[in-house]
């Protein structure tokens, strides 16, 4: 099917930038929306922001600190971060959703990565 891989995340201080990245592979025919969204300790898994048909949309404690982008031609997803707090400390995982193909006919698909750990010392 389809797999998502992230890279990027890692210890900063706050006030510091961190930029995540994240791959699919796999029988893609087509991605519609790619996100990114996070779960602290404790708490659910939220969405930070997603991009789909080029427009983006975020979470609002984010707004103005976090941008993503997409590079559809390697199928990427990039969430840059910047003026990061302690409180943005969580794993982000990677979404994305649209088609893939197997034995010449296409099926939907949604896919998560595995996560990466960010963490924003004070």
């Known amino acids: 099917q389809v797999q998502l891989v992230e890279s990027g995340g890692g210890l900063v201080q706050a006030g510091g930038s961190l930029r995540l990245s994240c791959a699919a592979s796999?029988?893609?025919?087509?991605?519609?929306?790619m996100g990114w969204y996070r779960q602290a300790p404790g708490k659910q898994r939220e969405l930070v922001a997603i991009?789909?048909?080029?427009?983006?949309s975020y979470e609002d404690s984010v707004k103005g600190r976090f941008t993503i982008s997409r590079d559809n031609a390697k199928n990427t997803v990039f969430l840059q971060m910047h003026s990061l707090k302690p409180e943005d400390t969580a794993v982000y995982y990677c979404?994305?959703?649209?088609?893939?193909?197997?034995?010449?006919?296409?099926?939907?698909?949604?896919?998560w990565g595995r996560g990466t750990q960010v963490t924003v010392s004070s």
């Open positions: 991009m789909t048909s080029g427009a983006a």
């Open positions: 979404n994305a959703d649209g088609q893939y193909y197997r034995d010449s006919r296409r099926y939907p698909f949604l896919a």
């Open positions: 796999g029988s893609i025919f087509a991605i519609n929306g």
